[in-house]
């Protein structure tokens, strides 16, 4: 088996891993301006995609140009994740020369995606007996849908973990599926990180929240649309506060109860979807919630787009009021201009900010315990760190503990 990683190696976004020319799991973009690609155009016989994030799918309709039409593995909801990441990066870029895929390319995800449940082996590319594979998914814990990928050539097992978490949240449980491999591709975002514990950031959240709306203040919770909105939608219930929702995660929202298998409690969701009130935009509707003593949970996570910049204008002179952020906030975004320097960029202007800005760690990646503990089961395979900041690093620190590892750069081949 020989890897080619176009991407996503010693780096987060645009995902890309390149099995013996034949098989390409994953195909992401970046989010820059303008957002960045794998670095080659592959032409495989079959794709696997590990989840409907972003940098994991979203450049998957220009693989489709041409006659090519390669089937593409997922599951569900990721096949669902995949269309609306795409109509969005259409609607943000499909005018530009630079977006690698126009309508027709995301129409026809339709004729070669073939979805996948969790431990249900399938054949790709001929399957093992035809010189193919066998593939199998694993639940990832990441965001509904989230799968580690087990490539089976016949000879070397590869398990590629595309995103993973091995704590429970709300929306989803921790991954405990540890099948055997030769060979491991861990991602490693968080390998300098220990999370705090989950219910103790939840509780600090809620209470921060209710004593915001009690002081008469309102509070934007800015979030990722997918898997972060809904882990709001659900924290917020538990703790019985009654939030509105806006902004494309209302959306994915939607579609996700369509998969109650794919979620961890499929009815706490049901009771928290419907508690939580959903906003559009119309008739200033918007300007007028911002008044109110609310929770207001709405996209983007990083500020970089979405309906919070319709809430933040209004909310951002008064102490009283306070913005939760509640995910990482990559350099160079709004968010983290913000969360550093306590500004805002609105309408061209560099703004002040003076409502409260609090971070909360509400991540759906292992942390470095979480990493070496999963790990664990894989003493004896060959270990390829990718999808991080440090990936380098966080290998020289599994060599030092035994673990034959190393973190091979975007663009390198590696043979196994
Ligand atoms: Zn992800």
Known sequence: MELELLGGAREVGRS?????ETLLLDYGLKTADPPQYPVRDPEPDAVVVSHGHLDHVGAVPALLKGDRRPPVHWTPPTGELARTLAEDTLKLHGNSPLCPFGAEH???LGEVERRHGYEEPFAVAGGIDD?????????AGHIPGSAHVLVDDGETRLLYTGDFHTDDQRLVAGTTARPDADVVVCE????DVTHEDRAAVESAWAE??????WE??????PAFAIGRTQEMLLVAAANDLTPYVDGMGVEVTEMLRQYPSFLRDADAFDEAVGRARVVTGRDGRRERIAGENALIVTTSGMLAGGPVHTYLPEIRTNPTNLV???GYQVEGTPGRELQERGQLELNGRVRPVSARVD???FSAHADREGLESFLESYRGARVLVNHGDRCEAFAEDLRADGFDASAPGTGEQVKL
Do not use: K, P
């Not at 921060?208 to 709306?213: K, S």
């Open 16 to 20: 890309a891993l390149l099995v013996d």
């Open 106 to 108: 995301v129409a026809r």
């Open 131 to 139: 010189g193919g594979y066998e593939v199998t998914l694993f639940s």
């Open 188 to 191: 490693s975002t968080y390998a």
């Open 208 to 213: 921060r929240v209710e004593r915001t709306i």
């Open 216 to 221: 008469g203040g309102t509070v934007v919770a």
């Open 324 to 326: 939760t952020l509640t």
């Open 359 to 361: 971070s909360y760690d």
